[in-house]
Nanobody, 124 residues
């Protein structure tokens, strides 16, 4: 079993920045790619970004490319999502997830462990 705990969500004004963190524990993160997903009220969960093991490759959904950066610290077993120029449409609960295998993926069905989520609100 792997436990994932997100933090860093909160209220931010449009154009602002936030950095989300996700700490993994309970099993090794070696050879496991990780990702961020989000779910807005009334919407389906959507892919945001994914990073390979050990972190050389990243992929993003088009709406966040150039604004969000996914990274990982394999010593600290921590996944990050740096979000800049936040827009109201970025408001959602953000989830981190991990998957078996070292390659990136934008498909939530390929992830087997999930955190509980952290809420991001973008409003003036």
């Amino acid at each position: 079993q792997e436990q994932l705990v997100e933090s860093g969500g909160g209220l931010v004004q449009p154009g602002g920045s936030l950095t989300l963190s996700c700490v993994a524990s309970g099993r090794t993160s070696v050879n496991r790619a990780m990702g961020w997903f989000r779910q807005a009220p009334g919407a389906v969960r959507e892919f945001v970004a994914s990073i390979s093991w050990p972190g050389r490759k990243t992929i993003y959904t088009s709406s966040v490319k150039s604004r969000f950066t996914i990274s990982r610290d394999n010593v600290k077993n921590t996944l990050y999502l740096q979000m800049t120029d936040l827009k109201p449409e970025d408001a959602a609960v953000y989830y981190c997830a991990s998957r078996s295998g070292d390659v990136t993926s934008g498909h939530d069905a390929e992830y087997d462990f999930w955190g509980q989520g952290t809420r991001v609100t973008v409003s003036s």
